[in-house]
Nanobody, 117 residues
Framework: QVQLQESGPGLVDPSQTLSLTCTVA??????????FNWVRQPPGKGLEWLGN???????YYTPSLKTRTSVSKDTSKNHFTLQLHSVAPEDTAVYFC?????????WGQGAQVTVSS
């Protein structure tokens, strides 16, 4: 069974980089047909998909954040990561990692990240 866990700092200074890691268990980050995603939910708002990296290491990003977003993968640790650059208070949200698989979608618990000085 696929299990995901987000980790990283819960507080980030404005203009700095938000960095999160998703630890994956139950599936390899190279497994055929799988996409490894980051999604966020600001307070009182809906889910916003940020981007992903697939089993072949191709990346895809939501256009509005493409210039600030980077998703990468560490195969040896079976992790995938999010970097969101030049953050501002409006980037405050619960950040989720999620796996889109041929048989369904798996979610982490979410990590609260607050952008504030």
């Amino acid at each position: 069974q696929v299990q995901l866990q987000e980790s990283g700092p819960g507080l980030v200074d404005p203009s700095q980089t938000l960095s999160l890691t998703c630890t994956v268990a139950g599936v390899s980050v190279t497994t055929n047909g799988y996409y490894f995603n980051w999604v966020r939910q600001p307070p009182g708002k809906g889910l916003e998909w940020l981007g992903n990296i697939d089993w072949k290491d191709s990346t895809y990003y939501t256009p509005s954040l493409k210039t600030r977003t980077s998703v990468s993968k560490d195969t040896s640790k079976n992790h995938f990561t999010l970097q969101l650059h030049s953050v501002a208070p409006e980037d405050t949200a619960v950040y989720f990692c999620a796996v889109f698989a041929p048989v369904g979608v798996y979610w982490g618990q979410g990590a609260q990240v607050t952008v504030s000085s």
